[in-house]
Structures are given as C-alpha cells and as structure tokens.
C-alpha cells in the first residue's frame, strides 16, 4: 500500500504563464469525454528534457495530451509545480474536472526510493538528488501519485495496451543512450527491494579486465556493448582501426556519427554500418538470454529510440531476426521457441500511458494517498 507522508490539499491550480507547451510532434488519437469510461487517471513521463502529460480512461483511451520542458536547472520544486498545473490543464482540456481523476501516476528516471517517492541520485537530473517528487506533485496538483520508475512504467503500458497485450508476463528492454528494463509478472511491477530491480543495462556479460566500459565506469555491463553509446563507439572504433565505409563521406561531409546514421548507410548498402548494427543485436541476443534464463516471461520487447526501423523496416526486421537467431543459439530449445521476441509498438507514449496504467492498477487495489 501507498503512503504519502504529506496531505494532500484540494485545489484549484491555474496555469501560470510559464506552462510552455511544446507543439506535438505527431498526430495522437484521442477520444471525447462523452465516448470515454470512467474512472480517469493521468500519467506523467519525466524525462531529462521534457515531460509528457496524458489524460486516459479506465480503457486506456487518451482525452487530452500535452508536453512541457523539464528544464532542470530551475531545481525539481520548480517542475513539481509545473507538473500541477500541467495536470490541471490537461484535465480541463479533456472536458474533466480534478475531482473526476481518481489517481496520477509518475513515471521518473534515475534512481529511486520507491516506497518513499523520492529520487536518489538521477543522471539526468542534475541538482535534484534526494527529492520528495512523489508527494511534491501529490501536494501541486491535490491528487494521490503513484510513483514508478521510467523504463518500468512504459513495461506496464506494453503489457496493458501495447504489444504485450494479453500475455501475463513481459521484459521490455528500452535501447537508447543507455538500457532501461521494465519486468512484469502478473500484477507485479519488480521493483526489488531497494527500488532497483530490473537494472539489467548494468547486468554482467563480459567479465574480462579490458571488457568495455559502461557509462557508469564499470567494465562488461550489458549497456557497454548494446546500448546507443556502445553503437556510436565500436563504429568510431572500426572507422579509426581504418575500415572502409561509406560513412567516412558522411562524416566529412558534417554529419555525426550516430546510430540513425549507421542505419542510413546501413539501409544504403554499406557493409561495416550493417555489421555493427547486427553485432549489436547479437550482444542484445546474449542478453535477452540471460533474461529467459532468470525471469522466463512470455514475451520480450524491444523498445527505445534505437529499434531500427522495427517491424516496418527491412533493416528492423533484418535486426530483429539476428537477435532471434542468437537466442535460438543460447537459449535452452523448449524456451526459445516460446519465448516470444517482437518490438514495442506504443513508442514514446509508453511511458505516460503504463504510468496511468500503474496508478489505474493502485486505485483498483484501493491504494490510500
């Protein structure tokens, strides 16, 4: 059960002038009031840069989105109340007044103290360590908050309405700068004891002295090898050792070297940028293993920014089948052919969708602010 520490005023928050919303990047499907089921949640998605606000019902169904910046240097009491009046006016904007919201729900990165709603010591987050942010939102918007991490909050969205919709159990794995992993059997979210199971991104798999580097300084961590980070470095690597690619034109020519890079030349016939790219997915396919091996979900998703194109794509699927085919070199045989591996398909709203999701699933089981 949920507590907060703090009460939780009712209140009427206005938007102040310094709500910035940013313009939505792509059309979003959403519903009116009329056509929507009660109850109704909110999902907040905190992220480095911005944060995504989206008002859903018991269906999963949007009524109103928007986006706001982070901008982290104004200090997380500053964003807290930001996030109140984002809340409010989404609310309004979906034809809803606060007291039809039955529960927020707070997706954050970084680490975390779960039971307690505070960050730790977030990356991405700088000047906001040891931060209250669960009850500090509670107490800006006048709502309960259940509080979640990331990478696990848009896992809970993938089982609820996404790809890993009517499985009981399901991995997503985030591919980006660096690996998120959300894990969730049944009803449970694996939080682990001091908030931070799931870390897989820092799991082991290569134990050698000159193993890779993880962006956390330790050597053979999983996100040293298959992260975006990783992708962008071994094909610097490969590029400086003096192989030939089409990408030392690129690169001459002003472009940076990034994965969405490797993918074009990729794409266009180049044989090193395709290499990386399944080298990766074949490091991606030794990690998914161990996870079979310890969790045995039934299904595994492939998320993030660095997904190749996914399903739509000649290269996503030509990823995807490399990933499949080292699993199938690996794995124990009765868990590889049922195992299901696929992409994630609710993007970036993952995240504020499985938020709302998760505080969906606490107000069901009667959670208290």
Same mark, same amino acid.
């Given at each position: 059960?949920?507590?907060?520490?703090?009460?939780?005023?009712?209140?009427?928050?206005?938007?102040?002038?310094?709500?910035?919303?940013?313009?939505?990047?792509?059309?979003?499907?959403?519903?009116?009031?009329?056509?929507?089921?009660?109850?109704?949640?909110?999902?907040?998605?905190?992220?480095?840069?911005?944060?995504?606000?989206?008002?859903?019902? +018991?269906?999963?169904?949007?009524?109103?989105?928007?986006?706001?910046?982070?901008?982290?240097?104004?200090?997380?009491?500053?964003?807290?109340?930001?996030?109140?009046?984002?809340?409010?006016?989404?609310?309004?904007?979906?034809?809803?007044?606060?007291?039809?919201?039955?529960?927020?729900?707070?997706?954050?990165?970084?680490?975390?103290?779960?039971?307690?709603?505070?960050?730790?010591?977030?990356?991405?987050?700088?000047?906001?360590?040891?931060?209250?942010?669960?009850?500090?939102?509670?107490?800006?918007?006048?709502? @309960?908050?259940?509080?979640?991490?990331?990478?696990?909050?848009?896992?809970?969205?993938?089982?609820?309405?996404?790809?890993?919709?009517?499985?009981?159990?399901?991995?997503?794995?985030?591919?980006?700068?660096?690996?998120?992993?959300?894990?969730?059997?049944? +009803?449970?979210?694996?939080?682990?004891?001091?908030?931070?199971?799931?870390?897989?991104?820092?799991?082991?798999?290569?134990?050698? +002295?000159?193993?890779?580097?993880?962006?956390?300084?330790?050597?053979?961590?999983?996100?040293?090898?298959?992260?975006?980070?990783?992708?962008?470095?071994?094909?610097?690597?490969?590029?400086?050792?003096?192989?030939?690619?089409?990408?030392?034109?690129?690169?001459?020519?002003?472009?940076?070297?990034?994965?969405?890079?490797?993918?074009?030349?990729?794409?266009?016939?180049?044989?090193?940028?395709?290499?990386?790219?399944?080298?990766?997915?074949?490091?991606?396919?030794?990690?998914?293993?161990?996870?079979?091996?310890?969790?045995? @979900?039934?299904?595994?998703?492939?998320?993030?920014?660095?997904?190749?194109?996914?399903?739509?794509?000649?290269?996503?699927?030509?990823?995807?089948?490399?990933?499949?085919?080292?699993?199938?070199?690996?794995?124990?045989?009765?868990?590889?052919?049922?195992?299901?591996?696929?992409?994630?398909?609710?993007?970036?709203?993952?995240?504020?969708?499985?938020?709302?999701?998760?505080?969906?699933?606490?107000?069901?089981?009667?959670?208290?602010?």
């Amino acid at each position: 059960m949920l507590k907060h520490n703090l009460p939780l005023p009712r209140c009427d928050v206005r938007p102040t002038s310094d709500l910035k919303r940013l313009p939505m990047t792509q059309p979003r499907e959403t519903i009116s009031k009329e056509k929507a089921q009660s109850p109704f949640f909110v999902g907040l998605d905190l992220g480095g840069t911005n944060i995504k606000v989206g008002v859903v019902d +018991d269906l999963g169904r949007t009524l109103s989105y928007l986006t706001i910046r982070t901008e982290v240097e104004r200090g997380p009491d500053d964003a807290a109340r930001r996030m109140g009046e984002a809340i409010h006016a989404a609310t309004r904007e979906a034809g809803l007044n606060p007291a039809d919201v039955a529960r927020v729900g707070l997706g954050s990165p970084g680490t975390m103290d779960i039971p307690a709603g505070k960050l730790v010591d977030p990356a991405n987050l700088a000047g906001w360590q040891h931060y209250p942010i669960r009850d500090r939102v509670a107490e800006a918007c006048g709502l @309960p908050v259940s509080f979640a991490n990331d990478a696990r909050a848009a896992a809970y969205g993938e089982l609820w309405l996404g790809s890993g919709k009517g499985y009981g159990s399901l991995i997503l794995l985030t591919l980006g700068t660096g690996i998120g992993c959300g894990i969730i059997i049944g +009803d449970l979210i694996l939080d682990g004891a001091h908030s931070h199971g799931g870390e897989f991104g820092h799991s082991i798999i290569d134990y050698d +002295d000159n193993a890779r580097v993880c962006g956390c300084k330790k050597r053979g961590h999983f996100e040293a090898y298959a992260s975006a980070t990783a992708v962008t470095l071994r094909t610097q690597e490969a590029l400086d050792a003096g192989r030939t690619s089409s990408l030392t034109q690129r690169l001459a020519a002003g472009a940076g070297l990034s994965p969405k890079l490797v993918a074009e030349e990729a794409d266009a016939g180049d044989a090193l940028s395709l290499e990386i790219i399944l080298d990766t997915a074949g490091y991606l396919g030794v990690g998914i293993v161990n996870l079979m091996h310890t969790i045995d @979900p039934e299904v595994i998703l492939l998320g993030g920014a660095m997904t190749f194109g996914g399903k739509s794509s000649p290269l996503g699927r030509k990823f995807l089948a490399r990933v499949q085919e080292e699993i199938h070199r690996r794995a124990y045989k009765f868990l590889a052919e049922r195992t299901v591996i696929d992409f994630a398909t609710l993007g970036g709203d993952a995240g504020y969708l499985g938020a709302a999701g998760i505080a969906r699933r606490d107000h069901g089981k009667g959670a208290t602010p």
